[in-house]
């Protein structure tokens, strides 16, 4: 962070004017050497290079779908690699990050999470994502809907998001910063307590504990009457706005009974809106299908008949396989 820097300086000897020329080369020249530093004294960057060699990160791979949504393969020191997204819009530029290589969630539809976890990425790991991201233009919007459950890997993912947010760093809005979760309440209360504008999702995908459970295991260790007044709370408190994320997936949660008793559970929190996403198909569940578009307007309908604030999200990249998570909000009619 930022300040943490101050101390080192003054540790040897050096002006604390160097923090700012130091979070400058990082984070406006995209330096991937402390040699290429070159405001900074010849012998600091020695030193730098020895104790706070920069993460190794490497684009490993790159695939670019029609709409000119990007995926980038990143790889790190260990071998382990996640994927980051970057989605182009008429007014916003949105990378979609990662914060753990594979997910321990488990959700039934999610490709993330079909293999299990393999570890969480650390902050600089994180903020890596996010400097070969820039690289292809100004990322306006960070949503954190990538692999991994960042409620799982708080502190490191938290830290990542803090230095982005930085003033004296890259200086993104924490407004245009959004965090997703499952559903893994203690975070709720942790993000609260930040103080920060940070946006919160919430991956909802199912309205009765039974059906929830099934799709998303987290749900047996959080159900909805935890996890519903842990969201009222939040809201209550920070008084921002949650997005209930909902992927309608044909045939499983998409009847105009699941619609209802989604408007009835999502009445429970103040301020919060749904998302509605139709599935992206995933390999290992070729059971699942997309809903037709007429399934998703019933959908939208009902939840607007019953006040509540609802958009229909496109699908993003898919021809590149970006696509899960990765989707485009689109504003439904207003009534
Ligand atoms: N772990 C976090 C963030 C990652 S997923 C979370 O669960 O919120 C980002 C979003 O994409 C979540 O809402 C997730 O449920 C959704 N998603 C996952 N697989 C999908 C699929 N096959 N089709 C559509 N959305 C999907």
């Not at 393969?73 to 690699?81: F, K, N, S, T, V």
């Not at 290589?101 to 996010?130: H, N, P, W």
């Not at 009457?225 to 998409?254: H, M, Q, W």
């Not at 408007?263 to 103040?270: D, L, T």
Request: a neutral charge; aromatic letters at 6%; hydrophobic letters at 40%.
């Amino acid at each position: 962070m930022p300040d943490e820097w101050k101390p080192i300086l003054k540790e040897r000897g050096l002006r604390p004017f160097r923090a700012d020329q130091i979070l400058q080369s990082l984070y406006r020249d995209y330096i991937t050497d402390w040699d290429q530093a070159t405001t900074l004294p010849k012998d600091f960057r020695e030193t730098l290079k020895t104790e706070f060699p920069l993460t190794e990160s490497e684009v490993m791979a790159e695939d670019v779908a029609q709409d000119g949504t990007r995926k980038l393969l990143i790889r790190y020191a260990d071998g382990e690699c996640v994927e980051t997204v970057l989605i182009p819009a008429r007014d916003r530029f949105t990378q979609c990050i990662s914060t753990q290589v594979g997910c321990a969630m488990g959700c039934a539809f999610c490709a993330s999470g079909s293999k299990g976890v393999v570890r969480s990425l650390k902050a600089d790991e994180i903020v890596a994502e996010y400097l070969a991201g820039r690289r292809y233009g100004e990322i306006t919007n960070i949503v954190v809907m990538g692999m991994g459950e960042p409620f799982a890997n708080y502190d490191e993912t938290l830290r990542a998001l803090k230095l982005i947010n930085a003033g004296k760093g890259p200086n993104l809005g924490a407004r245009h910063i959004t965090l997703s979760t499952c559903g893994v309440v203690p975070g709720f209360e942790r993000l609260a307590a930040e103080g920060i504008q940070f946006e919160l999702s919430v991956s909802l995908h199912a309205a009765n504990d039974k059906l929830r459970s099934e799709l998303m295991p987290v749900n047996r260790k959080w159900p909805l009457d935890v996890l519903l007044p842990a969201c009222a709370d939040y809201t209550n408190r920070t008084k921002r706005i949650i997005t209930f994320e909902y992927t309608v997936i044909d045939g499983v949660n998409s009847s105009r009974a699941d619609a209802e008793e989604l408007a009835r559970q999502v009445r429970r929190v103040p301020m919060a809106k749904v998302n509605l996403i139709p599935l992206s198909p995933v390999d290992h569940r070729p059971d699942f299908h997309t809903p037709s578009d007429a399934t998703m307007l019933m959908f939208l309908d009902v939840l607007m008949r019953a006040g509540v604030q609802t958009m229909l999200r496109r699908s993003r990249g898919k021809d590149a396989s970006a696509a899960c998570g990765q989707l485009r909000l689109r504003k439904a009619p207003q009534k």
